[in-house]
């Protein structure tokens, strides 16, 4: 018996620790990236379609200039205090890059700011000056809040993590179930979202400034730049892929044509928020995790397991999201259903792509990715161009799809190549099948007589 148990108890103690880490990370990014789909029943009883559409608009941007503001800081953090030889010089990189993302805040969010009444004239729809400054504000406090939690995350302080995005996001929601009743539509909503922000970002620059200071060698920032700066260049290519389709759409068919295919974005979503357990935990330890011992072996199996979670979180919300729609919202947004077996299959090959390359991110610079990325935006572009005009919503489905494929191709490939991985490919394969069936199987339930 002593002998049976042993195998299933080295499996528990190996297990253990990321499991504990990604329950708590699990609740509080499930909660704080999942307000919006929880509220999505709300928005939609609130918001006519033109309203929502105006809202999925002005949240796009908030995606672009989050990119500039953020400036890839994060992944610099995870690399450069990963992998730092001593606490005193983990800490050394934490307040160089928490002082550089303030400065980077105030350098560009302040500009931003002020020319609010030439975004919102850019802006395809009818957003106003005043709900392009609240996003804005919002997207300013990135800088003191993005930088803390992913030190939280770095030192395994899922708990502290847990408490503090639950304080937000319970006071947004709250907020905006507030000023959606008093009749303040799509300016409420992001009035919520901006007095949250702030009061976050103030305790967690409060809290900063407590233990361990504020403090800028120069002689670092362009070392953190050079390595930010493709990552933010990677994440402008990833707004291309899932961001400019919204301001493309909404100038083609208009806020209220664009409101279905926004929906099912959103819900679309729900892929990310559950891979996040997994996600919060790997990527500020992958690096680490190389080395140690037997590091290589372990870091694939961690890989597959995330793939394979990947793979069938898609086929689970293919399989609830069509009964959700049905459910929960007006029948001016049902076209979403069909939408939604394509942007699975984008969602599972994104998510591949991001857990399948770990070879691309172990040299000191990050210029192989951006080239990628690149490429593959640059592609969506020019999909976007032939396809939109005359297939509307569908074309963009394609474009976004073939992309996602290519780009999953190419990282996987390169990165086996810079990095050898011994992947076991057949519970990929397995996932990968089951995750087919239960979307078809949310199909035909949607489908079904009687709903």
Known sequence: MTLTLAAPRRAWQLWRGPLQQACYYGLG?????????????????????????????????????GLLI?????????????????QAERLGVLRNVFSLSLLLGVCFGLPLLVMAEYIAAWLPGQASALEVRLLLLSVTLEGCIG???????????????????IGKVSVQALLTLYFLDSGLGVTGV????????????????????????????????????????????????????????RFWLAAELGEAGMAPYALACKLALACGIL???????????????????????????????????????????????PLLILWLTPSDYHQAIVLLPWLMLAMACKHLAELLNLGCYVDRN??????????????????????????????????????????????????????????????????????????LGGQWLAAGPGL
Request: net charge positive.
């Open 190 to 245: 992001l009035l919520a979202g901006a007095l949250s922000a702030l009061l976050l970002a103030s305790w967690l620059l409060f809290d900063c400034w407590r233990q361990f200071g504020l403090g800028l060698e120069w002689r670092r920032i362009p070392e953190l730049l050079s390595y930010g700066g493709p990552m933010m260049i990677s994440g402008f290519a990833g707004f291309v892929l899932a961001g400019l389709d």
């Open 29 to 65: 990014i499930v909660l704080m990236k999942g307000l919006s789909l929880f509220m999505l029943p709300v928005f939609t009883a609130y918001l006519v379609p033109a309203e929502y559409g105006r809202l999925e608009v002005v949240l796009a941007l908030s995606s672009l200039c």
């Open 366 to 439: 990050s210029q192989l990715q951006m080239h990628i990325n690149l490429a593959t935006a640059l592609l969506a572009v020019f999909a976007y161009m032939l396809w939109i005009a005359p297939y509307g919503v569908l074309g963009a489905l394609w474009a976004m799809l073939l992309c996602y494929a290519l780009r999953l191709l190419l990282f996987f490939v390169l990165s086996q190549r810079r990095l050898y991985l011994p992947y076991r490919m057949l519970p990929l394969l397995l996932a990968a099948l089951l995750a087919v069936l239960m979307v």
């Open 275 to 321: 891979m996040q357990p997994f996600a919060l935990w790997w990527y500020p330890r992958r690096f680490t995790l190389l080395q140690e011992a037997n590091g290589r072996q372990r870091a694939a199996q961690l890989a597959v397991l995330g793939s394979a979670w990947a793979l069938l979180v898609s086929g689970a919300v293919g399989l609830v999201a």
């Open 147 to 165: 930088i803390p939690l992913a030190w939280l995350r770095m030192c395994d302080r899922a708990s502290q993590f847990f408490w503090l995005t």
């Open 70 to 86: 953020g400036f890839g800081l994060s992944e610099a953090l995870y690399r450069y205090a990963g992998l730092a030889s001593s």
